[in-house]
């Protein structure tokens, strides 16, 4: 099987190298701009999009007009539109909101997008950029498969290469053999179904009241001033500090859950409309909205949209497999006899059915009716709701034994 991977390095700029890169990050975010405010004007007057091919010739007319643009690689420039064309095709297919400008010290980066463009040097942990010449590079590990593109990013004041690889494997096979479902929480970060649970870290709460304190800081100071300068440094080393132990333990728990089962059923839930604000309007303002934005700001620290991407390809190397199911009435639902009520949960950790008096954790439950849906899906390539509705995308497998469909079909009787 093809697997592509990225592997990511600090890099070691000397000053005139950080300058020249900071050069092209800014003329890269000025082409995407520029060409941003041509769609939006465009669009007003009821114009067709303008695609990459005809945005790209007005490269040279810009050059021509901002003559500092020839000093950016030509290739970063073309990818930056082509990154303003991804954008508007996200927000027309609703994959994501409409367009915003870039502005400066946010998202900083560049890409050369073919392996042509730069050399790399394992053995002496340095790359050669266009522009830039040789850089040293913190050589913390091989690069495995053959060089694709490479992204230079700024992140808390540091420079990084990301570099993207391709490579033959044989197809994994799971060397793990049993399933597990997955509830996902506040109180527990993850719940699964045999019982055990991963509990929170908490990354940006830890650390909310120094941030605060520092951007008060920062907020006293003159705007774009030195002290203004240092104080946004120290802001950004903490949010840096944060997204990192974030990250760290992400990894460390999806790669555990990925190397212990072979298939993991996990709540399709939408994490960014569970997170949206609920202000409202001046005319109809919302409820709760404190407490509801208390919420959001958990569900946003744990990081559910990241875990549940790091699972699902960590799991598609080790050869198991994601099977996401719907999150409603997970844990209103009793295991043991199939009853549905919302009396069924009596607080927030306790579960006891009134109808067979069956109890448990909350949190338990919600774990193992995820991994019951799971079965349905793989088994009956139904919604995993539990209801008689099948799914149409993908009909069961033709493979599938009489007693299995037999099996399932009666769980609905």
């Given at each position: ?152 990013s700024q992140t808390g004041g540091k420079w990084f290469a990301s570099l993207q690889t391709e490579r033959e494997v044989e197809q994994p096979i799971a060397a793990a053999t049993s399933a597990i479902g997955i509830d996902m929480g506040i109180t527990r970060f993850a719940t699964l179904s045999d019982g055990s649970f991963i509990a929170p870290l908490g990354s940006f709460k830890k650390h909310e009241q120094r941030l605060a304190k520092y951007q008060r800081r920062m907020s006293r100071k003159v705007k774009f001033s030195s002290n203004w300068n240092k104080a ?182």
């Open positions: 099987m093809n697997r592509l991977q990225t592997f990511k390095f600090e890099l070691m700029p000397d000053g005139e190298q950080q300058r020249d890169m900071r050069r092209f990050a800014g003329a890269r975010r000025f082409v995407y701009n520029k060409a941003l405010e041509i769609q939006k004007t465009n669009y007003a007057a009821g114009g067709k999009f303008i695609g990459y091919v005809s945005m790209a010739n007005r490269i040279a007319e810009w050059k021509k007009e901002f003559e500092w643009l020839r000093q950016s690689p030509s290739h970063t420039l073309q990818q930056s539109l082509k990154d303003a064309e991804r954008a508007y095709k996200n927000f027309f297919e609703k994959r994501a909101d409409f367009p915003r400008f870039k502005k400066k010290g946010s998202g900083d980066s560049f890409r050369f997008p073919d392996a042509k463009q730069f050399v790399i040097d394992q053995g002496n942990g340095r790359i050669k950029f266009p522009k830039l010449g040789w850089m040293r590079y913190r050589n913390s590990r091989d690069i495995l498969g053959t060089a694709k593109n490479i992204t230079v946004k440094r120290k802001v950004q080393k903490i949010h840096t500090h944060i997204g990192n132990a974030r990250n760290d333990f992400l990894h460390k728990a999806t790669t555990a859950i990925s190397k212990n089962h072979a298939m993991v059923a996990i709540e399709d839930l939408q994490v960014g409309n569970m997170s949206k604000s609920s202000k409202g309007t001046a005319e109809a303002p919302g409820k709760n909205v404190a407490a509801k934005s208390g919420l959001n700001k958990a569900i946003l620290d744990q990081g559910w949209g990241e875990f549940r991407r790091q699972l699902e390809y960590k799991l598609n190397w080790n050869g198991g497999m994601l099977i996401p199911v719907p999150a409603h009435y997970t844990s209103q639902t009793c295991p043991a006899c199939g009853h549905v009520a919302k009396e069924n949960r009596l607080t927030q950790a306790k579960f006891a059915c009134v109808d067979c008096g069956h109890e448990e954790n909350a949190d338990v439950v919600g774990a193992m009716n995820v991994l019951a849906r799971g079965y349905r899906v793989t088994a009956c390539g139904e919604d995993g709701s539990g209801l008689v509705r099948k799914r149409r995308a993908k009909p069961a497998s033709v493979k599938q034994e009489p007693t299995e469909v037999t099996r399932c079909e009666a769980t609905h009787v």
